[in-house]
């Protein structure tokens, strides 16, 4: 009986060691086949791409709001970048106009044909024989020649009449502050005067004519500047 039992036993082992050998063979069973799948998604395969997790899928998102929203600041940048741009274009046209206009400002317009007969300064007056200041320049000319605008500015007096005190038919345009002083010019002994009180001239304007009206001894126009009130040398500013 034990005999019997050895050799079931025997059998048995036998058998299940054959078995073993048969599924090494043996292609893999289902178990076998989902485990390997199992294995794939875990290691990640050539074939299938992992799935991304819920972690993988927020640092994507974040990822890509990050990238847009650096666009949209690249693009605001540029904008107001723009607009500085424009803003710098029109600040150098206008200090340009400015440099220009005090281009212009510092150049005085010759006022009528003709050289200075009579400069500024202390003399023996031509009529009344004695010394004193002439203060202003004697220009030109004939009677009737046209006077023009020594500098651009608004006409404050008109004298179309009389004597004046010497001066004759005259007037007086004020320019304006001429690098940090105000500038004033006086045009005495006219003919006809042809502007208004208030009027706004441009450098180069016609204002009127030369004449000999008033204390003169000829036809010439006296030129007066005023610096801050004071009768200057006209020739500092006006050049022919
Ligand atoms: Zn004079």
């Avoid at 009389?162 to 004033?184: K, L, M, P, V, W």
Wanted: charged content about 20%.
């Amino acid at each position: 009986m034990a005999g019997g039992i050895a050799a079931i036993i025997t059998i048995t082992a036998s058998t299940s060691h054959s078995m073993g050998v048969a599924l090494a063979d043996q292609p893999p069973t289902r178990v076998a086949a989902a485990d390997q799948a199992r294995q794939q998604r875990v290691n990640g395969s050539a074939e299938q791409p992992p799935t991304p997790t819920i972690g993988e899928l927020v640092a994507q998102r974040n990822q890509l709001l990050a990238r847009s929203s650096d666009r949209i600041e690249a693009g605001r940048q540029q904008t107001a970048l723009a607009a500085r741009q424009d803003i710098l274009a029109d600040a150098a046209e206008s200090v340009e106009e400015e440099a220009e206009r005090l281009r212009n400002l510092s150049t005085f317009y010759w006022p009528t044909d003709g050289g200075v007969s009579s400069g500024f300064g202390y003399r023996i007056h031509p009529i009344l024989g004695i010394r004193r200041l002439h203060n202003g320049a004697d220009i030109g000319g004939d009677c009737g020649q046209p006077i023009w605008a020594a500098q651009a500015g608004t006409v404050t007096k008109v004298a179309p009449t009389g004597y004046n005190g010497g001066s004759g038919r005259n007037i007086r345009i004020d320019h304006g502050e001429i690098d940090g002083n105000d500038i004033q010019t006086a045009y005495l002994h006219m003919n006809k005067i042809e502007v208004k009180v208030g009027q706004k001239v441009n450098k180069g304007d016609r204002i009127g004519t030369v004449g000999t009206t008033g204390l003169s001894t000829g036809c010439h126009l006296h030129l007066t500047l005023y610096k801050n009130g004071r009768a200057s040398d006209p020739l500092d500013y006006i050049k022919k």
